[in-house]
T-cell receptor, first 115, second 113 residues
């Protein structure tokens, strides 16, 4: 298994500002992902965080809005830039230990409210 | 287009009964299918994974079946307890999808005492 922590756990932000969310894993992992989950909805994959290279974004998500860093195999950050109320959501970091499909371990999430 | 559908948004059952949750998919050929549990305000927790060449998997009171012909997985919780109340998500992994999982919308299970 993997133990994942996220900071902050929640935040309330003003429109037009940016927030950086940190994800720390207790062991080296191959794959790290960032998801968004809006109230009452399922998980939507934002991007795959690649160690040492640019993240791979899903359709509808762009680097300018959601820049991601992954400097090593245990840490990643997601920034939500130029926020609007539509960005209010729970942001979740997840990891897979193997290089291919399989079980994922999720962080506790960051609950973001944009006013 | 590709789609994952989980049966009814909510399922209510009596304690002690078996809960059966359904995950149907179209236009996928998943290599793996997984089930997760999510409690309010928390991240999903992995429960079971079943591979495309497996028909059934069990873990304690949980059982998952996988029918690639019907494109369906069933998730059973036997002898259900109020503590089993949560949202259950199915997720598909494709061989060609670089390790990414696609999640269904989830089914919220309530077990009444």
């Amino acid at each position: 298994s993997a133990v994942i922590s996220q900071k902050p756990s929640r935040d309330i932000c003003q429109r037009g500002t940016s927030l950086t969310i940190q994800c720390q894993v207790d062991s080296q992992v191959t794959m790290m992902f960032w998801y968004r989950q809006q109230p009452g909805q399922s998980l939507t994959l934002i991007a795959t965080a690649n160690q040492g290279s640019e993240a791979t974004y899903e359709s509808g998500f762009v680097i300018d809005k959601f820049p991601i860093s992954r400097p090593n195999l245990t840490f990643s950050t997601l920034t939500v830039s130029n926020m609007s109320p539509e960005d209010s959501s729970i942001y979740l970091c997840s990891v897979k230990k193997g290089a291919y499909g399989g079980e994922q371990f999720f962080g506790p999430g960051t609950r973001l409210t944009v006013l | 287009s590709q789609k994952i559908e989980q049966n009814s948004e909510a399922l209510n059952i009596q304690e002690g009964k078996t809960a059966t949750l359904t995950c149907n998919y179209t236009n996928y050929s998943p290599a793996y299918l997984q089930w997760y549990r999510q409690d309010p305000g928390r991240g999903p927790v992995f429960l079971l994974l079943i591979r495309e060449n497996e028909k059934e998997k069990r873990k304690e009171r949980l059982k998952v079946t996988f029918d690639t012909t019907l494109k369906q997985s069933l998730f059973h919780i036997t002898a259900s307890q109020p503590a089993d109340s949560a949202t259950y998500l199915c997720a598909l992994d494709l061989n060609t999808n670089a390790g990414k999982s696609t999640f269904g919308d989830g089914t919220t299970l309530t077990v009444k005492p």
